[in-house]
């Protein structure tokens, strides 16, 4: 075998994957990340505050190859999932109902019985039907798109597939995923369901990172099974970064070299090819130093958002005017803030109290107990400003997870949507404290009583600040939008979805490319399939 020098630029979950992949096939691997720990989106926070563990951004795990984790034995470097049951739970403001739901279809019909016998019974039904779809869909994670119009006969080798793959779905099952992906999901859950709580629990996973209500934002929260069966979302022990933490192991062993506070500046082709990355060093403190060093590779696979790459790091290449404008002029329109809460204590929610740990305190708590909330949030964000009545997801994972807080305290991860990039009346950084004290915690008030009195430190991330810590432009969590027309064979956009580009030798992976957002793996997976395919192993 012909030993290659590869670069990976970016130490995220994909940069991570593709650089292991390609080190156990026998490479020289070397991976540049920026920050001083790995995993991007997906790390985990243990400074700010100190004795808890913060999982900055991303915070639950469903979507994860399962592949992955076998074929590289994460479990073996530290990776272990966290189940949650019950996972859901949506307390209604007049604090005496809920809707607790998990993976237990009996329990969830019993539940949404409180609210509707018709619903109870629609539900077994509509989960039978969108489980079909998601189990179709997620095999599509890890194929190839084509290109479209083909260029070559591998696009159409891998047109072939995405074909024979759909022979697979009945007329009826493919007529169900059109409706689904076509339709306003407010409508498609109104011909379900008749319980507005139900169907605002449900909607939810329509808009996560979302500007617009998205049928297949739907879908793909719910395609994964990393938390035991498919669907069912679960914590990661030690935060999130305990998925990349253990993907740097894996490197390690494998004989990737992970180097942190490196960013690269400028990759360098000639003649059509790829042959270096410009990088700098960072301090302890994230300051440039004054340290420049020339990576010299054959093959560099850019994890990061397409748009660093072709608007930064291939600024002054001419190879690829043709289509840098295009990436640029992508939909990265973003509505998400993160904030992180350490506590003294457990929430006591008034629909259902208690601060010992209990069912309410284990999944994902919805504060968006209407259809009418969601859509009033988004109405606010049409006319550019955050929501006044923001919808919250909350999460306790230190209830599940003795390693993320000292004894007798918590974790908790709000994400909550919706909020514009830019603040319209000032500057977010001047504003984000205020929104918090003046919306967040109001609203929090109104469904847990001793708010007030458990919150010791407060983290916030605005989409300005997604963008600038985790290198997201436009503070989209998904590194681009997830409209049909930025999906499959448009992602990153037409004539460049096979994870290659205009120079030979470069490659593309992260979540602006398939299957795009979302702690998947799939796109290091597939970026190091089709770089292994091009050098014959």
């Known amino acids: 075998m012909d030993q290659k020098n590869i670069v990976v630029i970016g130490g995220g979950h994909n940069g991570l994957v593709a650089a292991a992949y390609l080190a156990k096939a026998g490479h020289n691997v070397t991976v540049l990340e920026s920050r001083r720990v790995v995993g991007g989106a997906a790390s985990t926070d243990t400074t700010t505050f100190p004795g808890y563990k913060i999982s900055t951004a991303s915070y639950l795990n469903s979507l994860f190859l399962p592949e992955v984790i076998a074929d590289l034995e994460l479990e073996r470097f530290g990776y272990e999932m966290l189940p949650r049951e019950p996972s859901s739970f949506t307390p209604l403001p007049c604090g005496t109902k809920s809707l607790l739901m998990g993976s237990d279809m009996e329990y969830n019909q ?53 074909a024979r793959h759909g022979l697979r779905l009945t007329p009826v099952q493919m007529y169900r995923m059109g409706k689904l992906l076509l339709s306003d999901p407010v409508e498609y859950l109104n011909e379900w369901f008749e319980s507005d709580v139900l169907k605002a629990t449900l909607l939810t996973d329509a808009l996560i990172g979302a500007t617009a209500l998205n049928g297949y934002v739907l879908l793909h929260h ?36 992970v180097i942190l506070n490196a960013e690269a500046d400028r990759i360098i082709a000639r003649n059509g090819r790829v042959i270096a990355v410009l990088a700098m060093a960072k301090d302890l403190e994230g300051r440039h130093a004054p340290m420049w060093k020339y990576v010299y590779a054959d093959i560099v696979i850019s994890a990061v958002d397409p748009t660093i790459t072709f608007a930064k790091l291939l600024r002054s290449s001419h190879l690829v005017d043709g289509v840098r404008k295009k990436v640029v002029a992508r939909d990265t329109k973003s509505a998400s803030m993160k904030i992180n809460l350490t506590l003294s204590g457990l929430p006591d929610f008034r629909a259902k109290p208690g601060v010992t740990p209990g069912p309410q305190h284990k999944g994902t708590v919805h504060i968006a107990p209407s259809v009418a909330h969601i859509l009033d949030a988004l109405e606010d964000l049409k006319k550019g400003c955050p929501s006044s009545r923001p919808i919250l ?7 599940v997870d003795d390693t993320l807080a000292p004894p007798g305290c918590h974790v908790m991860n709000i994400f909550l949507q919706f909020v514009p990039y830019k603040h319209p009346f000032g500057d977010w950084q001047k504003e984000k404290d205020g929104y918090f004290q003046n919306v967040v915690l109001p609203l929090l008030r109104e469904y847990i009583t001793n708010i007030d009195a458990i919150v010791t430190g407060v983290q916030i991330f605005t989409p300005e600040d997604i963008e600038r810590e985790f290198g997201m432009v436009g503070g989209n969590i998904f590194s681009g939008g997830m409209g049909l027309s930025q999906l499959f064979s448009g992602r990153p956009i037409r004539g460049m979805a096979d994870y290659r580009t205009p120079i030979k030798g470069l490659y593309l992976s992260g979540a602006g490319t398939h299957p795009g957002g979302g702690v998947t793996g799939a796109c290091g997976y597939n970026a190091a399939r089709e770089v292994l395919a091009d050098i014959g192993l």
């Open 110 to 162: 019993m539940q949404i019985e409180q609210f509707s016998a018709h619903d109870a019974v629609a539900y077994q039904r509509y989960e039978h039907e969108l489980g079909e779809i998601a189990a179709w869909m997620s095999q599509m994670m890890t194929m190839t798109p084509p290109n479209i119009p083909p260029r070559n006969m591998r696009d159409v080798k891998n047109i072939l597939k995405v």
């Open 393 to 399: 997801e909350l999460t306790i994972p230190s209830v």
């Open 222 to 257: 719910v395609m994964g099974e990393a938390g035991s069966a498919r669907g069912v979302w679960g914590y990661m022990r030690g935060g999130m970064g305990g998925i990349s933490e253990a993907l740097a192991k894996a490197c390690t062993e494998f004989g990737a070299e």
